[in-house]
């Protein structure tokens, strides 16, 4: 089938709306940053992205940092989950092991925190021990 120029395939389309999610992470709002995680959270739960998180990994690394560290609840727990999946998507490689070096301080740092909510710690632990489990190079 030959697609009009200028028109979009429905691949496309997923890649502009994963990026405008990805763009909301660093919104001021709580509110769009969690709507942006709860889309994330939904596509990488989905859909097999490692060809596309593989170029955006270190952004989309660095704006769940500043939702693990900055958010409250919700958001971090958003977070947390969003974090272990793409540590799925990357795998075991050395991608995945980077993405998961990178956040462990910050979320050995959330699930220790006792001002911090439940449910935040909850999902850092779990992305804690999914990440290790996966993407940790060193058996220790």
Do not use: N
Not at 9 to 29: A, F, I, N
Not at 71 to 95: D, H, I, N, R
Request: glycine share 8%.
């Amino acid at each position: 089938g030959g697609e009009a120029a200028g028109e979009q395939g429905p691949e496309e389309e997923v890649e502009d709306r994963l990026k405008e999610h990805m763009d909301s992470l660093l919104d001021k709002s709580a509110k769009t940053r969690q709507l942006a995680l709860q889309s994330l959270r939904l596509a990488f739960s989905s859909k097999t992205l490692s060809e596309f998180l593989l170029e955006r990994r270190l952004t989309l690394t660095d704006s769940l940092e500043k939702c693990l560290k900055k958010g409250k609840g919700e958001e971090q727990a958003l977070a947390g989950t969003v974090l272990t999946l793409l540590c799925l998507q990357m795998g075991s490689g050395p991608e995945g092991e980077e993405v998961f070096r990178s956040l462990k301080p910050l979320l050995v740092s959330v699930l220790t925190d006792s001002t911090a909510s439940p449910g935040a710690r909850q999902s850092c632990a779990t992305a804690l021990g999914m990440c290790c489990y996966i993407a940790a190079a060193d058996l220790e």
